[in-house]
């Protein structure tokens, strides 16, 4: 945060001397630049303390950073074009993607401030065809989270910033249509749509769908872990394949987290020196802490659900080895769990419920035919 405010500090203070500006409006060109970006800093530290970011980028201030400094950057070279084709409406949406809505208005503003005070054309009118731009853009991308639309946002974003541009520059300071002039202001747009689209993919794949893809890989049988765990503790592993089958069905059916529950289901009862090794998500990581610590830590459904499954498995397992010829009731042994190791008072400080736990045992009692097939295991 530090390199931000000294970044656009020596770029004003750069500026300012090349544009051949004396001290008082050098002096001014800093005051203005330095509280903008400072204001940028404050929001930035806020949102990664209240956690208002939608995914990990305050853990990650370097993306904010390197779009800033590029934004500084670019702000430099906008001082030598045409009012028409000053491309923030890119680094008021990136910006607030990488941090939040108030962030990214304070940080885009910064960089247009440093471009309006160094460049003589720039009214008070041009100032805010680009903030209002960047404001309308912001709003579009802000609220998008769990799914993600880049074409219509990106659509009305761009057209309001033509409409805005045409507005000032070619009806009121013009008062007519020069083709010419409308050149520069489409070749703005349409670089804006390019960088837009490029930012918003990389952006969806490298950060919003990160952790999808994380989950992908750590619930694959072929993952190296489980991969380990087959080799080596068959048992071990045979239990967590069913494990997690049974995890993810009920879970699924009480629109819990699904494939938090079932990585927990494959890893939960690897040893400590090989989870150490598995980059696992936060509430992976939350959920296998609970049932490392041990039944008194238990807190979440998600956590009951795999230590309830689990235990039926097991049981499964061995009356299924002890009796190779004799047929084991399957029902009476998940009752039998259930009254012993499984009742509301015995669960009484985890969040899981009455309602919950007769349909968890419900469930369990209709896969009888899964527990045959899994004899042959």
């Keep these: 945060m530090l ?35 400072l204001a940028a800093v404050f929001s930035f530290q806020a949102g990664r303390v209240s956690g208002s970011f939608f995914y990990d980028d305050g853990e990650h201030p370097g993306r904010f950073l390197c779009l800033y400094l590029c934004g500084i950057l670019c702000a430099l070279i906008y001082t030598q074009l045409p009012a028409t084709g000053w491309m923030f409406l890119f680094f008021y949406v990136s910006l607030s993607r990488v941090s939040d809505s108030v962030t990214g208005i304070c940080a885009g503003t910064s960089l247009l401030i440093l471009t309006a005070v160094l460049c003589g054309q720039a009214s008070p009118a041009v100032f805010l065809v680009y903030f209002l731009s960047g404001m309308i853009g912001i709003a579009l991308f802000a609220h998008q989270k769990d799914e993600f639309y880049i074409a219509v946002p990106s659509g ?21 249509l020069v083709w010419r002039d409308i050149l520069m202001p489409f070749a703005n747009v349409a670089m804006n749509c390019i960088l837009l689209c490029i930012f918003m993919r990389y952006y969806i794949n490298r ?31 045979d239990c967590a394949i069913h494990t997690a089958y ?12 699904v494939r938090s529950a079932k990585c927990v289901a494959y890893y939960v009862y ?9 980059p696992f998500p936060e509430p992976v990581k939350s959920l296998l802490l609970e049932l490392k610590t041990g039944k008194k830590a238990l807190m979440r459904k998600e956590a ?32 039998q769990i259930f009254e012993r190791r499984f009742t509301i008072e015995k669960l009484a400080e985890t969040e899981i419920t009455l309602s919950n736990l007769r349909y968890i045992k419900k469930r369990l009692l209709k896969e009888k035919m899964y527990y045959e097939s899994m004899t042959g295991s």
């Design 304 to 335: 009951v659900i795999v230590q309830i499954c689990h235990q039926v498995v097991r049981e499964i397992q061995k009356a299924n080895a002890q009796n190779r010829t004799a047929k084991v009731n399957y029902g009476q042994l998940i009752t």
């Design 156 to 176: 009305l974003a761009l057209g309001s910033q033509l409409l805005l541009i045409f507005a000032e520059e070619m009806l009121v300071r013009n008062n007519r």
């Design 270 to 278: 690897l040893p400590v020196e090989r989870l150490k090794e598995i």
């Design 207 to 237: 950060v919003a769908k990160k952790e999808d893809n994380l989950y992908l890989l750590l619930n694959n049988q072929e993952y190296t872990a489980m991969v380990w765990m087959r080799e080596n503790e068959k048992e071990k592993y």
């Design 3 to 37: 390199v931000m405010l000294l970044g656009i500090a020596g770029a004003a203070s750069a500026g300012s001397i090349l544009t051949g500006a004396d001290l008082y409006n050098t002096v001014r060109n800093l005051v203005f630049c330095v509280l903008a970006a």
């Design 246 to 257: 049974l995890v993810e069905r009920i879970t699924s059916e009480l629109d819990l987290d």
